[in-house]
């Protein structure tokens, strides 16, 4: 290596350890977003935080039992705000703010939002078929492509799985159907069968690939108007057989080379992604890539595409990204979607890719 090389990336570490260390002490006391040009004073800095709480409540129509849980949400908010600043200075090429989760604290909102156990990496992700890259396209998006349907609040492992199985549907079809999730939560009680204890459970947690096995051993799912989603666990499996709407013929766990990720995604349709959702919680828009994020898997997307080049600040080259489908409604993120980084599984995006290989319809 080069002296010049050497110095290079010398100076990278030091910036990014520099970051990461500022970011640590929480000096920052509000987001960027919020404080632009606003003096930071103890009494106008308290004031700005009552404001935007106010604005909070309203957006997102939160209202609290009592004054005693108002004041405890209240500073969790406050504190929600500074870990925002930190997450915008660990990943600037994104913003980060206010969501509807900012009157959660992490804790809460792993368990309530995210709702999925640990996921463990595949062993046979290297087991799935190679397809040809040479000729794929330099940006792609099955939204454009009407293969994506709209996006909603609930069990994230359900919706990573219906959202791919619709896609391959209207791949097989040419029709774009909306299928159950409520089905999964309420009938889908696969286990893992290298991890005792670890079965699909409802509200508590699943996994996408429990769950695809599942879904071809019941033959398949219902359509979302025949068995409509509520976010809780009903108790009895209303599954009717005869009003299967989608069937799963098989799927595979696609390779965690990042080309094919892409083939399958032209080819197959949008994919059943595993991610760390630590910077979700905060993300307003534009592309994240974190300097340091986890790669703990705890939240199943949709993988609908991906982008060549994405805005990036002065300074910074644009960079290019992939397009998911979330399932917290279209008032969170870009309209309900997330750009996270392409090149280097940035929070475990790679780690855990699942695609239906093909799909029987009811007139097969």
């Not at 606003?38 to 004031?47: A, C, R, Y």
């Not at 004041?71 to 206010?98: C, E, I, M, W």
């Not at 290298?194 to 508590?204: I, L, Q, T, V, Y």
């Not at 600040?313 to 309209?335: C, D, L, Q, T």
Request: some cysteine; proline content about 4%; aromatic content about 10%.
């Amino acid at each position: 290596m080069s002296l010049h090389s050497s110095l290079y990336v010398i100076l990278s570490l030091l910036f990014i350890s520099a970051v990461y260390a500022e970011t640590l002490n929480g000096d920052d006391p509000l987001i960027r977003q919020v404080v632009d040009g606003q003096d930071t004073s103890s009494s106008n800095l308290l004031n700005a935080e009552q404001h935007h709480f106010s604005q909070f409540k309203s957006k997102f129509k939160k209202s609290y039992g009592s004054q005693e849980e108002h004041d405890y949400r209240f500073s969790v908010f406050k504190a929600n705000l500074r870990r925002a600043a930190r997450h915008q200075k660990l990943d600037p090429t994104a913003s980060h703010g206010v969501t509807q989760f900012s009157d959660l604290t992490p804790a809460e909102f792993r368990k309530q939002v995210l709702g999925l156990r640990r996921l463990r990496l595949p062993k046979d992700a290297n087991k799935a078929p190679i397809l040809p890259t040479s000729d794929l396209p330099e940006d792609f998006d099955w939204r454009d492509k009407g293969a994506v349907g709209p996006g909603s609040c609930g069990s994230c492992w359900s919706f990573s799985v219906t959202g791919a199985l619709e896609g391959a549907h209207f791949l097989a079809t040419g029709e774009l159907v909306s299928l159950s999730e409520q089905q999964l939560v309420d009938c889908d009680h696969e286990c893992d069968p290298e991890e005792p204890g670890s079965c699909d459970s409802g509200c508590n947690g699943g996994l996408m690939n429990s769950a695809f096995e599942y879904t071809l051993k019941a033959g398949g799912l219902m359509r979302e108007e025949d068995y409509p989603y509520t976010g809780t666990d009903r108790g009895a499996c209303k599954f009717d057989k005869n009003k299967v709407a989608a069937r799963v013929a098989n799927f595979s766990v696609v390779s965690l080379d990042e080309d094919q990720i892409a083939a399958n995604l032209v080819q197959n349709g949008p994919l059943a992604v595993a991610i760390n959702a630590v910077f979700m919680q905060t993300y307003i828009g534009g592309v994240s890539c974190p300097y340091i994020c986890s790669r703990r898997l705890d939240h199943g997307v949709l993988l609908v595409g991906y982008g060549s080049a994405g805005y990036a600040p002065v300074r910074m080259k644009e960079k290019p990204y992939w397009i998911i489908k979330n399932s917290w409604g279209e008032k969170w993120g870009e309209n309900g979607f997330y750009k996270i980084c392409r090149g280097r599984n940035v929070c475990g995006v790679d780690s855990m890719v699942s695609t239906v290989a093909a799909v029987q319809t009811n007139s097969q």
